[in-house]
C-alpha cells in the first residue's frame, strides 16, 4: 500500500508568514493528491483536489503544487483562521484505496 | 446544498458491534461515492471504507474483515458497520462525499459530516 509522510509535523508561524507544507509518497501517485484543513472539533475542510486544484470557496492564498511523489501546500500570507492541522490525502492505487498523511499542525508563533 | 448528518449510539460495548448511519439532505445519494472516516482522540484521520451508490463497496485493509457498508437510497442514506469493536475503536467517526473526478483528477472528499463521537466501553 501506498504510505504518506508529511513534514513538518507541526510549526509555528506568524501572521502574515508565507508557510509551506510537504507531503511525501512512498511511489508515484501522478497528481492524485489532496489537501484538508481540520480545526480542532471540527470536521476536516476539502483546500486543494488534484494537486494544485483549489476547491471552490477556498481563499486564493492557499496553492498547491507537485506531482509524482512530492507535493506542497502554500499558504501565502498566513490569516488568524488558518491555525489548523493539514492533512494530505492520496487516491492513486489502481484498488482506489485513500491514505491519509499524518498531519502538519500550524500553530501561533 | 448537500449535507450528511451522523447518527447512532455514542458508546458501544467491547465485542460488540458499531452501528452508524450518514443522512444525506439537500441532494440526493445516486451518482456519488459516499465514505466513512475515523480520527481516535489526538490522532490522524483514518479512511474507513466508500460505497457507490449501486452498491459496490472498497475497504481500507486494514479493518476490512470487520467493516460492512451499506447504503439505502429509498432513505437517502448509507451505514456503517464495525463488528468486534475494542478500545481501539473509539473515535469521531466522520461520513463524507467522495467526488470521482475521473482518469486525471482521482477521488477527493468535498462534503463532510460533522462528525459522531463513540466510546468503546463497559
Known amino acids: 500500500d501506498i504510505q504518506m509522510t508529511q513534514s513538518p509535523s507541526s510549526l509555528s508561524a506568524s501572521v502574515g508568514d508565507r508557510v509551506t507544507i510537504t507531503c511525501r509518497a512512498s511511489?508515484?501517485?501522478?497528481?492524485?493528491l489532496n489537501w484538508y484543513q481540520q480545526k480542532p472539533g471540527k470536521a476536516p475542510k476539502l483546500l486543494i483536489y488534484?494537486?494544485?486544484s483549489l476547491q471552490s470557496g477556498v481563499p486564493s492564498r492557499f496553492s498547491g503544487s507537485g506531482s509524482g511523489t512530492d507535493f506542497t501546500l502554500t499558504i501565502s500570507s498566513l490569516q488568524p483562521e488558518d491555525f489548523a492541522t493539514y492533512y494530505c490525502q492520496q487516491s492513486y492505487s489502481t484498488l482506489r484505496r485513500l491514505t491519509f498523511g499524518p498531519g502538519t499542525k500550524v500553530d501561533i508563533k | 446544498q448537500v449535507q450528511l448528518q451522523e447518527s447512532g449510539p455514542g458508546l458501544v460495548k467491547p465485542s460488540e458491534t458499531l452501528s452508524l448511519t450518514c443522512t444525506v439532505s439537500g441532494g440526493s445519494i445516486s451518482s456519488y461515492y459516499w465514505s466513512w472516516i475515523r480520527q481516535p482522540p489526538g490522532k490522524g484521520l483514518e479512511w474507513i471504507g466508500y460505497?457507490?451508490?449501486?452498491?459496490?463497496?472498497n475497504y481500507n485493509p486494514s479493518l476490512k474483515s470487520r467493516v460492512t457498508i451499506s447504503v439505502d437510497t429509498s432513505k437517502n442514506q448509507f451505514s456503517l458497520k464495525l463488528s468486534s469493536v475494542t478500545a481501539a475503536d473509539t473515535a469521531v467517526y466522520y461520513c463524507?462525499?467522495?467526488?470521482?473526478?475521473?482518469?486525471?483528477?482521482?477521488?477527493?472528499?468535498?462534503?463532510w459530516g460533522k462528525g459522531t463521537t463513540v466510546t468503546v466501553s463497559s
Open positions: 488534484a494537486a494544485s
Open positions: 460505497i457507490y451508490y449501486s452498491g459496490s463497496t
Open positions: 511511489q508515484s501517485i501522478s497528481s492524485y
Open positions: 463524507a462525499r467522495v467526488m470521482d473526478g475521473g482518469y486525471v483528477v482521482g477521488y477527493y472528499m468535498d462534503v
